[in-house]
């Protein structure tokens, strides 16, 4: 299927994957930086942004495939890919796959354990429950660092800092894309991350990790950084799950480093 997409910048092709709720605006912060430097493909992964759902049932390994289809068809089998969230992890199966060339995936999923997987999925679906419910009154609410910190803790470890239309267009996104709800169920009820053994993978891999990751905890890097042990690990300090929000230019160095 064709995922709708936006292309921005010149230099060699950098492809964007959102992570769950999000769109290709989930890159606002850091685009601008990182276009100065390369051509960036963000995508609408399906079912989120102007792309439709896949029909049928919602597999983890479905949502990639889709990818990777897009990618062959537009000629970026060897791009470099940035993933963020459920991007992330995207990003580190298509690299075990070998698709792609270097790849940089912030604060991915899939690296769980039993009780991390149940917090998880209890946190994000009364997270989406709850945005739903106040759905007419997000502008408002997103509109003051009040309501911010109070709707975004889970996700920043600056929420009352994050620019509100950033902040709106994520939040909105996770309450009202068609593919949220099969996406999270994927994430929880779906097989974990496999691994790349040593020498497998088709380019360098940067995994970055935010300390203060209240989504997918700061305890799951090491076991992405065992899973993928060519891969070098970089920690964002006073940082939340979305390192393009809290520290938007750090995160635009390590990317640019990393797909270098």
Request: net charge positive; with cysteine; aromatic share 6%.
């Given at each position: 299927m064709d995922?709708h997409h936006?292309?921005?910048g010149?230099?060699?092709p950098?492809?964007?994957?959102?992570g769950?709720?999000?769109?290709w605006?989930?890159?606002?912060?850091?685009?601008?930086?990182?276009a100065a430097?390369?051509?960036?493909?963000?995508?609408?992964?399906?079912?989120?942004?102007h792309?439709?759902?896949?029909?049928?049932?919602?597999?983890?390994?479905?949502?990639?495939?889709?990818?990777e289809?897009?990618l062959?068809a537009?000629?970026?089998s060897?791009a470099?890919?940035?993933?963020?969230?459920?991007g992330?992890r995207?990003?580190?199966e298509l690299?075990?796959?070998?698709?792609?060339r270097?790849?940089v995936a912030?604060?991915?999923?899939?690296?769980?354990?039993?009780?991390e997987l149940?917090?998880?999925?209890?946190s994000?679906?009364?997270s989406?429950a709850?945005?739903?419910?106040l759905?007419?009154?997000?502008?408002?609410?997103?509109?003051?660092?009040a309501?911010r910190t109070a709707?975004?803790?889970?996700?920043?470890?600056r929420?009352?800092?994050v620019?509100?239309?950033?902040a709106l267009?994520?939040?909105r996104?996770?309450?009202?894309?068609?593919?949220?709800?099969a996406?999270?169920r994927?994430?929880?009820?779906?097989?974990?991350q496999?691994?790349?053994?040593a020498?497998t993978?088709?380019g360098?891999?940067?995994?970055?990790?935010?300390?203060?990751?209240l989504v997918?905890?700061?305890?799951?890097?090491?076991?992405a950084?065992?899973?993928f042990?060519?891969?070098?690990?970089?920690w964002?300090n006073?940082?939340?799950?979305f390192?393009?929000?809290?520290?938007?230019?750090?995160?635009?160095?390590?990317?640019?480093?990393?797909v270098?």
């Amino acid at each position: 299927m064709d995922l709708h997409h936006v292309r921005r910048g010149s230099g060699p092709p950098l492809v964007l994957l959102h992570g769950l709720g999000g769109s290709w605006r989930s890159f606002d912060r850091i685009a601008d930086g990182l276009a100065a430097r390369r051509e960036i493909v963000a995508i609408d992964l399906p079912g989120f942004g102007h792309t439709p759902p896949l029909p049928g049932e919602l597999t983890f390994a479905g949502l990639t495939d889709a990818v990777e289809a897009f990618l062959a068809a537009q000629d970026l089998s060897r791009a470099d890919i940035l993933g963020s969230s459920m991007g992330g992890r995207l990003a580190l199966e298509l690299a075990r796959r070998g698709v792609g060339r270097h790849t940089v995936a912030l604060d991915p999923g899939g690296f769980w354990n039993d009780r991390e997987l149940a917090v998880f999925s209890a946190s994000l679906r009364a997270s989406v429950a709850l945005v739903r419910a106040l759905r007419p009154a997000l502008p408002t609410l997103l509109g003051n660092p009040a309501g911010r910190t109070a709707l975004l803790a889970q996700f920043s470890a600056r929420p009352w800092a994050v620019r509100p239309d950033v902040a709106l267009n994520e939040v909105r996104g996770l309450a009202t894309a068609p593919s949220t709800d099969a996406a999270l169920r994927a994430l929880v009820d779906g097989p974990r991350q496999a691994g790349a053994p040593a020498g497998t993978l088709p380019g360098r891999v940067v995994i970055g990790w935010g300390r203060r990751d209240l989504v997918t905890v700061p305890a799951q890097a090491q076991r992405a950084a065992a899973l993928f042990p060519d891969a070098t690990l970089h920690w964002f300090n006073r940082c939340g799950h979305f390192p393009q929000w809290d520290v938007p230019d750090e995160a635009t160095r390590v990317i640019l480093a990393g797909v270098a």
